[in-house]
Nanobody, 113 residues
């Protein structure tokens, strides 16, 4: 399965971005999807996950600011990010852990004034 992220960019603190992750196959609809991020000089961390039933879970650091949703007809998940902070800066990756652990190439998010 190929995953392609889009929607990253440069935004000021307090701003918003919407990231998208498009999957190449409809098998996507049967599985959980994850968003990870990797801040500069740090390891990759789980930001949010959404179940095949559409139930999202969030890391404490983004709870109340990020919203994860999925459109199975479009094989796409969306990460709406609001009230962005400089510490949200990093490369954001989507991940389909099953049936084969698949990753996108990432999209850069930079929060800076």
């Amino acid at each position: 399965v190929q995953l392609v992220e889009s929607g990253g960019g440069l935004v000021q603190p307090g701003g918003s971005l919407r990231l998208s992750c498009a999957a190449s196959e409809s098998i996507f609809k049967w599985h959980d999807m994850n968003w990870y991020r990797q801040p500069p000089g740090k390891g990759r961390e789980l930001v949010a996950t959404i179940s095949s039933a559409g139930i999202p879970l969030y890391a404490d650091s983004v709870k109340g600011r990020f919203n994860l949703s999925r459109d199975d007809d479009k094989n796409t998940v969306y990460l709406q990010m609001s009230s962005l902070k400089p510490e949200d800066t990093g490369v954001y990756y989507c991940n389909l852990p099953r049936p084969i652990d698949s990753w996108g190439r990432g999209t850069q998010v930079t929060v800076s004034s």
